[in-house]
């Protein structure tokens, strides 16, 4: 018989997960296994579950505990226990390995685990001493087996309740690590929740109840639970705006859908998204940005699993959304990073290539092109604006007159093909309505912010009619006075790299010399 050695405590958790706050994801949805369990036996009202979490940072102390069913004292060391022997199934339970309870052993000196089931006059408890195991682990060199650390770090222990009506589960890590800080970091633990526990959205975001309605159309559940940080309750933080640093950036002005079916006709996914006018790839000081992927509501693996499944991995910073797997197929592995490797897992993944590295690709990259276009418009009407104003007041020289006709010329012809551009955009994205209907909306968007726009035929006849009028003729100076000013106003030009402050200098002189 194969015996399993000790450090196979090691794979099951240190070397389980990458970031330590995934703990707090794993005790969640064991939390809600148990409310879900309570509410099928009328013990719990639909809205009546709850996850309490406590961070205690002056004593180093972890507390998780839900209202759910519990778990039997009879069953209690058999289920608590035992190491990846869950009666859990899968496809209908969120926790069902029966490993994830270990997690917390690597970043803390001791774990109580405390039950109370229903109308039972008693409380389970096991202890588990992680300061122990790491010494076994790491220091002890003598060969255990798996079991022999089992039997030195797990005790079991039972005490009366002061509410026989009471029923909960409570996980408590004692003493955290000082390298694990961050645990007990309510702000951050927040913010990781926000986005990966099964929590309802903000009532501030705008478009919460059109993604519950579109959820409804197609019959699928969007689970969520009132799970609460040092008393205050958590929510998915979605905002519609979006920000670069300090300055808002850009708008979410709509969300969009799209569901991905099987050949049987079976629902697979589903997914919303924020359309705005993508100006640019969103920074991280907008905690919400890319496309989240999700089964039961509760995040799989981290806010870039799906980069890959686009054109370019940078495509998903352009996005605000959540992917929701829906098939029992699709299921979780071990670490919760994706799913297991399987047909279905196949399927799906192709099926999300083919719409990110189609229309999702195509909405940021067209918007980019939109924006373009109505710079180069609005560049030209600008410099045009600023010729008129100069060719009034008057030029330095003729060279400059001639140096400033062909930078607009320039900017004529690049402001025609701009609007040759626009046309053939709006011909082209007729031939794809779901494109269209987006990049209609990030058009009408751009031609808001940079109306007024000039059409093709104003940019074609809008060639400046100018006359000999300079500066230097409004000065009180003879015709040689006047040309050694111009050649000084031409030098100032020349050396000056800066035009606004070779233009201010210019300005000064005249005033002076009037």
């Known amino acids: 018989m194969a015996i399993m050695g000790k450090n196979i405590w090691d794979n099951l958790t240190t070397g389980m997960y990458s970031d330590s706050k995934i703990i707090f994801r794993e005790y969640i949805q064991n939390a809600c296994d148990?409310?879900?369990?309570?509410?099928?036996q009328g013990l719990l009202g639909e809205k009546d579950g709850e996850v309490e979490i406590i961070l205690n940072d002056q004593n180093r102390n972890i507390s998780i505990k839900d209202n759910g069913l519990g778990v039997p004292s009879v069953d209690f060391q058999r289920k608590v226990g035992n190491v990846a022997d869950s009666d859990k199934e899968i496809g209908k339970?969120?926790?069902?390995?029966?490993?994830?309870?270990?997690?917390?052993?690597?970043?803390?000196?001791?774990?109580?685990?405390?039950?109370?089931?229903?109308?039972?006059?008693?409380?389970?408890?096991?202890?588990m001493d992680a300061k122990e195991l790491r010494r076994l682990l790491y220091e002890d060199k003598a060969k255990y087996t798996f079991g022999d650390v089992y039997d030195k770090i797990v005790e079991f222990s039972t005490e009366q309740p002061d509410n026989i009506n009471d029923h909960f589960f409570k996980v408590e890590l004692f003493d955290i690590r000082k390298s694990n800080f961050?645990?007990?970091?309510?702000?951050?633990?927040?913010?990781?929740?926000?986005?990966?526990?099964?929590?309802?959205?903000?009532?501030?975001?705008?478009?919460?109840s059109k993604i519950y309605e579109h959820a409804k159309n197609i019959s699928a559940e969007i689970d969520e639970y009132k799970i609460l940080?040092?008393?205050?309750?958590?929510?998915?933080?979605?905002?519609?705006?979006?920000?670069?640093?300090?300055?808002?950036?850009?708008?979410?002005?709509?969300?969009?859908?799209?569901?991905?079916?099987?050949?049987?006709?079976?629902?697979?996914?589903?997914?919303?998204?924020?359309?705005?006018?993508?100006?640019?790839?969103?920074?991280?000081?907008?905690?919400?940005?890319?496309?989240?992927?999700?089964?039961?509501?509760?995040?799989?693996?981290?806010?870039?699993?799906?980069?890959?499944l686009f054109h370019e991995s940078r495509g998903n910073s352009y996005f605000v959304g959540e992917v929701f797997a829906v098939s029992k197929d699709l299921i979780p592995n071990s670490q919760r990073d994706n799913f297991n490797e399987n047909d279905m897992r196949v399927i799906f993944e192709?099926?999300?290539?083919?719409?990110?590295?189609?229309?999702?690709?195509?909405?940021?990259?067209?918007?980019?092109?939109?924006?373009?276009?109505?710079?180069?418009?609005?560049?030209?009407?600008?410099?045009?604006?600023?010729?008129?104003?100069?060719?009034?007041?008057?030029?330095?020289?003729?060279?400059?007159?001639?140096?400033?006709?062909?930078?607009?010329?320039?900017?004529q012809g690049l402001a025609e093909k701009a609007q040759a551009d626009i046309n053939k955009f709006e011909i082209a994205i007729q031939k794809d309505t779901a494109a269209a209907m987006v990049a209609n909306r990030i058009k009408a968007q751009y031609e808001s912010e940079f109306m007024p726009v000039i059409d093709a035929g104003e940019v074609t006849d809008s060639k400046p009619v100018t006359k000999d009028k300079y500066i230097t003729q409004s000065l009180p100076l003879d015709r040689k006075g006047r040309k050694l000013v111009t050649q000084i106003y031409q030098i100032i030009t020349d050396f000056l790299e800066d035009e606004n402050l070779a233009k201010e200098l210019i300005e000064k002189i005249q005033e002076g010399l009037k």
């Open 93 to 127: 339970n969120k926790g069902f390995r029966g490993i994830g309870r270990l997690c917390g052993l690597a970043y803390c000196d001791k774990i109580v685990f405390t039950s109370k089931y229903k109308d039972e006059n008693i409380i389970s408890i096991m202890i």
């Open 182 to 208: 961050d645990l007990l970091n309510k702000q951050g633990i927040q913010e990781y929740l926000s986005f990966a526990a099964p929590v309802p959205y903000v009532n501030s975001f705008f478009y919460r």
């Open 350 to 411: 192709k099926k999300l290539k083919n719409f990110f590295k189609g229309m999702l690709s195509k909405l940021y990259r067209s918007a980019s092109d939109v924006r373009g276009y109505y710079g180069k418009i609005s560049d030209y009407q600008k410099s045009k604006e600023e010729f008129d104003i100069k060719n009034q007041i008057g030029f330095i020289s003729p060279s400059d007159k001639e140096k400033a006709e062909k930078t607009l010329e320039n900017k």
């Open 229 to 308: 940080i040092n008393g205050e309750q958590i929510f998915k933080n979605y905002k519609t705006h979006l920000y670069k640093g300090q300055k808002k950036n850009d708008e979410i002005f709509n969300v969009d859908f799209e569901d991905f079916y099987a050949d049987n006709g079976s629902l697979i996914a589903w997914m919303w998204y924020g359309v705005s006018t993508f100006h640019g790839a969103l920074t991280e000081e907008n905690k919400a940005k890319r496309l989240r992927l999700r089964k039961e509501n509760i995040q799989i693996g981290n806010p870039e699993t799906l980069n890959p």
């Open 34 to 40: 148990a409310i879900d369990a309570a509410k099928k």
